[in-house]
C-alpha cells in the first residue's frame, strides 16, 4: 500500500549525523562505537548463512524509500567495501550480511545489520520484510547478534546485576558440578535487546537496528533520538510482515517523533522536557544495571 507524500515523516537523527556518516567514508580507521574489539563470538559470525532470495520481482507494499542525496547513501560503503573498516567497525562480514557498530550509538550496545543483496538493500524495511525468504534470513541474523548484544551487556554489568548472581558464584566456585548440571542461567539479557527498524529510515540503505534497552548515551541528544526508538516509530522484526492497515506504515500522520517524552522503564512522562528525560535515564540505568 503505497504512502502519501503528503504524509512524508520527520527523520529520527540528524543532517549532521547523516552528512557525519557519509564524510566518514574517507577516513574507515575511525570508529565511535561504544564497545571494544569483537570478541570470539564474533569469529564464529564469519559462517556463511544460505543466499537470500532475489525479491526484485515480487510484488511491493510500499512506495519506494529511496531519497536523494550522498548523506542518505553513506552505510553503503559498508556493504561494497567491509574490508576497508576496521574490525572495531565492522564487527561481521559475508556474502549477505555486514554488521557494524551505529556511528551514533543511542544506548551501551547498538549495531547495524546491513543486507548485501542489491535487489533488497535500497527497499524500504516494509517491503523487504514483506518477502518470507528474506524474513527469515533477517530473523536469523538478528537472532545471532542478539546473542552477541545480550553477551556484551553481561560482560559489562553482569557484576552489577541481582539476577546474575547465582551465576556468578557458580563460575567463582572451585570446583564445578561434575553431574553434568549446567550453570544457572542468571539473566536473561537477551530481553534486554531491541531488534527492529524504523518506519521512515533516515538512511537509504536498509538496515536493522540491534540496541539496547538502556538508551544510556552521549550520543542520544535530541527528542527524535529517544522517540525513534521508544514509540510505534521503532517496529520489532518479530512484528513483520505488517498489515496493509498498519498505522505504523504512516509514521508522519501518526507523529510518534513528536510524542510525549515517556520513561521506558517507569513510564514517567516528561512532556517535551528532553533535559529532564536524559537525566532521569542517567538514574534508570544505575538501577537497570543492578537488576
Known amino acids: 500500500m503505497a504512502v502519501s507524500p503528503k504524509e512524508s515523516a520527520e527523520d529520527g537523527i540528524t543532517e549532521e549525523e547523516m552528512a557525519a556518516t557519509s564524510t566518514s567514508l574517507s577516513r574507515p580507521e575511525q570508529s565511535s562505537s561504544n564497545l571494544g574489539k569483537p570478541n ?62 551505529d556511528m551514533f550509538p543511542k544506548a551501551i550496545v547498538h549495531l547495524l545489520l546491513l543486507p548485501r543483496n542489491p535487489a533488497i538493500n535500497s527497499q524500504h524495511p516494509f517491503d523487504a520484510l514483506f518477502d518470507p525468504d528474506f524474513l527469515a534470513s533477517a530473523k536469523a541474523e538478528a537472532s545471532k547478534w542478539r546473542n552477541f548484544a545480550a553477551s556484551e551487556l553481561r560482560h559489562l554489568f553482569g557484576s552489577e546485576s541481582a539476577m546474575e ?100 522503564r517507569c513510564g514517567k512522562n516528561f512532556g517535551n522536557a528532553f533535559a529532564r528525560l536524559k537525566d532521569h535515564i542517567a538514574e534508570e540505568f544505575v538501577e537497570w544495571k543492578k537488576e
Not at 524509500?65 to 542518505?72: E, M, N, Q, S, V
Not at 551465576?167 to 536473561?188: M, Q
Not at 531488534?195 to 529510515?201: E, Q
Request: proline letters at 8%; a neutral charge.
Open 40 to 101: 570470539a563470538f564474533a569469529e564464529l559470525m564469519s559462517r556463511k548463512p544460505k543466499p537470500v532470495t532475489d525479491t526484485s520481482n515480487k510484488p511491493q507494499k510500499s512506495a519506494s524509500r529511496f531519497i536523494a542525496g550522498r548523506d542518505r547513501d553513506g552505510l553503503a560503503a559498508y556493504t561494497k567495501d567491509p574490508a576497508a573498516f576496521p574490525p572495531t567497525v565492522v564487527l561481521h562480514a559475508d556474502d549477505n550480511w555486514v554488521v557494524i557498530h
Open 165 to 264: 548472581s547465582t551465576r556468578r558464584a557458580a563460575l567463582e566456585a572451585e570446583e564445578l558440578p561434575s553431574d553434568g548440571a549446567s550453570l544457572p542461567p542468571g539473566r536473561d539479557w537477551a530481553q534486554e535487546v531491541r531488534v527492529g527498524i524504523h518506519a521512515h529510515p533516515s538512511m537509504n540503505h536498509l538496515h536493522i537496528h540491534v540496541i539496547s534497552q538502556d538508551m544510556y548515551s552521549e550520543k542520544m541528544k535530541h527528542r527524535k533520538h529517544y522517540n525513534s526508538f521508544k514509540t510505534p516509530f521503532f517496529v520489532d522484526i518479530d512484528e513483520f510482515p505488517l498489515a496493509d492497515d498498519d498505522k505504523r506504515r504512516h509514521p508522519g500522520r501518526e507523529g510518534y517523533l513528536q510524542s510525549d517524552l515517556k520513561c521506558w
